[in-house]
């Protein structure tokens, strides 16, 4: 096969950055080319060069042989080269054909729209590639399977023939994502070539051709697919062996710590979505919570951190009666708290990484000296979080909007591992993180347990919740259905009291 | 007895013309609104064009003797003004809030000051020609519905309209289709600054013959609340503006009708367009990009 698209040794320099750094890429017609990497590796890069967003410093792009000198996204869509945006690019209010025309529109006279024949287009399109979409409903109304299929409509209706997915699967349901992999097999087999951008090892396997690692700003290398393996892939992510499955050492519970008995609670529609759960955490161990989302997890962990009101039930830690009391309250009688999503409950994207880390802290002792903030105390304590988390940029005063995912993540962890709780609670810990920093938060969350912290650990994710507790809660409908001992949970048994059976 | 006298006083002919001729500002100034807000830059200094165009108006009406140039010097030189808010708001990313508040001052002391150098007055204008009738009204007010015509057919039938409505909704989005939102921007804006200056240019050599000190009297500001009324559409703005129109003709009419101080009849307009926004609306969704500068690159 031949090559369509080839981008040769590609520099790209920022002040103080080598976001792109030599590297090559090429994309064989009618392939399926993963690109992955951690963030921050230069994967938007690359693509932002290629769609002449950014102008880069040295390299050449060949497009069907061809040099080409890219000015901006209007070069590359006019080429055919199409892309779907991690972040859909749809105006809400209009109709999916109108979206799918905008920019190419297709009129009568002086620009008067027909409407009706961009319908009828885009019908026929949605047809030709089996792509299911309503023409006429405003993106809106649709569920976020069926935006991404427009998103790619799009670029086929500029006749495309390259198509980049970036991240495409972060939004999707795991049935969403199986319907990905099929349009994405049928494309290829049209003659499209389409590069895959994720940091999901798994999903690189399941249904791509080839894979293209770039860590750092280098291209480490391009493999084929079959030929490769998860664990062969993460060490070219990131650098080094990475340890998928987490090394622990048996847990040697202690004395009681946590114990809640009979919660219940209402969700915000009044619903009842805690019922009577009980369940008890000792020093030194860690309980998972699994279940599908939505199961009444994201209550518990409210509850039991403050944010939300319980109707009945007893939450002590140590002795101390803890239920209902302020969320302040709560931390200061040292309970952490991992949320389970960062950015609305976990940082203020607009303070720097020092303010973050002494968020909920900040009246305390040693930060606060009466009405001041003790200043050099608070640079102190980022400085040492920084380094001992390894948080980056190694920059207190930066953004923590500016951060990635992984290292908004660290600030959270470093903030409330660093407070010496006796209860640590942590809900989807890892979400939206990438490898190196699964890796490096999970050992954090293991190191905890065995300084002989209670740990609850809330996560969507199976094999997090397997790898790391020692006893495993099952979340059905507001109940804890089952408890089960690390050991003798299976993926079938879980998986079968998550959809409400019985052992 | 007195009732029924109040009645024949809201409900008769007059009362419909002249909310007719109350409404053509409002409907003229609430399109400009849609036009800018549909593209994403919020435009609060209407009431200034409108007072820059009605003043415009009348200078040249005056030195050429021609009120039709009157008309057009007004729309070229209320689109020049409204410029001044495209460049500092898509341009500079500015507070558009901020410039639109900065335009009216501008435009209110402008004025007087320049009625004061040109004519040596202060406060109103010596009389100009004013248009001459066109049946029953003066020909900004046929102007007005066909521009509420015009718009409604370029917003939603044509491909600029459609890029207008992108724009100002997800400007990314239309960004990455190769869409110049500043261009569409700086048209959009422009445009409202041109219909506001028609607007304005009807006040004072349409209704009037001369110019007045603050004549605008509030007129732009209830444009904007006709135009959220009417939830950025232009025939909902059409039916919001004849409905604030028609309060202010009532008030015109009842003053000396009612025993009642002149003073609170003249609130009835201004407590109306209160109410209306408070709520009585439901909900009116504004374009979702309005107000915020556009930057490429950024999310």
């Not at chain 1, 920093?437 to 397997?466: C, P, T, W, Y």
């Not at chain 2, 508040?101 to 209110?108: Q, T």
């Amino acid at each position: 096969m031949d090559s369509i698209l080839e981008l040769k040794n590609i520099t790209k320099k920022f002040p103080g950055v080598l976001a792109n750094d030599q590297v090559n890429f090429d994309l064989k017609k009618g392939e399926i080319h993963a690109l992955v990497g951690e963030n921050g590796a230069g994967k938007s890069t690359l693509m932002n060069v290629l769609f002449g967003i950014y102008q880069q410093e040295e390299g050449e792009v060949f497009y069907k042989g061809q040099e080409l000198d890219i000015d901006g996204p209007e070069d590359a869509i006019d080429l055919g080269i199409g892309m779907v945006h991690q972040h859909f690019m749809l105006v809400p209010t209009l109709t999916v054909a109108e979206n799918i025309i905008l920019g190419d529109e297709i009129t009568t006279g002086l620009g008067h729209l027909d409407i009706k024949q961009a319908t009828k287009e885009v019908a026929e399109l949605s047809d030709k590639y089996g792509l299911d979409v309503d023409p006429q409903a405003k993106i809106k109304d649709i569920p976020v399977g069926m935006e991404q299929r427009v998103e790619i409509l799009k670029a086929l209706y500029r006749e495309a023939e390259v198509l980049i997915l970036d991240e495409p699967t972060a939004v999707l349901t795991p049935q969403e994502v199986k319907e990905l992999y099929k349009i994405m097999d049928f494309l290829a087999e049209q003659g499209k070539s389409i590069i895959f951008i994720t940091h999901k090892l798994q999903e690189v396997l399941a249904v791509s051709d080839r894979v293209t690692v770039l860590r750092d700003g280098k291209s480490i290398g391009t493999v084929k697919t079959e030929a490769t393996s998860e664990p062969e892939l993460a060490e070219m992510m990131v650098g080094r062996e990475v340890l998928l499955e987490v090394d622990k050492k048996p847990a040697e519970p202690g004395e009681l710590a946590v114990e809640v008995n009979n919660l219940s609670a209402q969700n915000n529609r009044g619903v009842k979505a805690l019922n009577d759960v009980s369940f008890s955490i000792k020093e030194g161990e860690i309980l998972g919570v699994a279940g599908v989302e939505g199961n009444g997890q994201t209550e518990l962990v409210e509850v039991l951190t403050g944010l939300r009101e319980a109707t009945t039930g007893e939450f002590e830690l140590k002795g101390n009666e803890l239920l209902n009391h302020s969320a302040r309250d709560i931390k200061g009688s040292k309970v952490a708290h991992v949320p389970e999503d960062r950015h609305k409950h976990g940082l203020v994207l607009d303070y720097t990484i020092e303010d973050n880390l002494i968020l909920g802290y900040h009246h305390q002792q040693p930060f606060a000296q009466g009405i001041n903030f003790n200043f050099a105390e608070l640079e102190k304590h980022a400085e040492e979080l920084i380094s001992e988390y390894d948080i980056r940029p190694r920059d207190k005063d930066a953004l923590a909007r500016s951060l990635s995912g992984g290292n908004q993540q660290k600030v959270i962890v470093a903030r409330e591992f660093a407070m010496d709780p006796e209860f640590l609670i942590a809900s989807q810990p890892t979400r939206g993180v990438d490898i190196g920093a699964i890796e490096f938060i999970h050992q954090q969350i293991i190191n905890q347990r065995d300084e002989g912290k209670a740990v609850l650990l809330v996560s969507a994710e199976l094999s997090e919740i397997m790898s790391l507790s020692d006893r495993i809660a099952v979340m059905y409908e507001g109940e804890i259905v089952d408890i089960l001992e690390v050991e003798e949970a299976t993926e079938e048994k879980l998986g079968l009291l998550m959809a409400g059976g019985q052992i | 007895m007195e009732i029924l006298e109040v009645l024949k006083q809201i409900f008769n002919l007059q009362t419909f013309s002249s909310t007719l001729r109350m409404a053509t500002p409002l409907i003229l100034a609430a399109l400009g609104g849609i036009f800018s807000e549909r593209s994403g830059v919020i435009n609060i200094a209407l009431e200034g064009m409108m007072l820059a165009g009605a003043f415009v108006a009348v200078v040249v009406s005056h030195f050429t003797a021609s009120p039709w140039l009157g008309v057009v010097g007004a729309v070229i030189f209320s689109g020049l003004f409204a410029l001044i808010h495209a460049v500092v708001s898509i341009e500079y990313h500015a507070k558009q809030v901020v410039s639109g508040v900065a335009l009216n001052m501008l435009a209110a002391g402008g004025t007087v000051f320049l009625l004061n150098i040109l004519f040596n007055t202060s406060g109103t204008s010596p009389s100009v020609n004013s248009l001459s009738y066109w049946g029953n009204f003066k020909p900004t007010v046929y102007l007005a519905l066909v521009a509420v015509g015009i718009t409604y057919y370029i917003l939603f039938y044509t491909s600029f309209g459609l890029r207008v409505r992108s724009v100002g909704e997800h400007p990314h989005a239309a960004d990455s289709l190769g869409i110049s939102v500043k261009k569409i921007r700086y048209i959009c804006v422009v445009t409202s600054g041109m219909l506001a200056g028609l607007g304005g240019a009807h006040m004072s050599v349409g209704t009037l013959d001369v110019f007045r000190e603050g004549m605008t009297a509030g007129r732009g500001f209830i444009a904007l609340a006709a135009m959220i009324f009417g939830k950025w559409h232009p025939v909902g703005a059409l039916g919001a503006s004849l409905l604030f129109g028609f309060f202010q003709a009532l008030q015109i009419r009842l003053q000396g009708v009612l025993p009642i101080p002149g003073e609170f009849i003249q609130m009835i307009p201004y407590i109306f367009t209160v109410i209306a926004l408070a709520g009585v609306i439901g909900k009116a969704t504004p374009p979702q990009a309005s107000g915020k500068p556009f930057k490429k690159g950024e999310r």
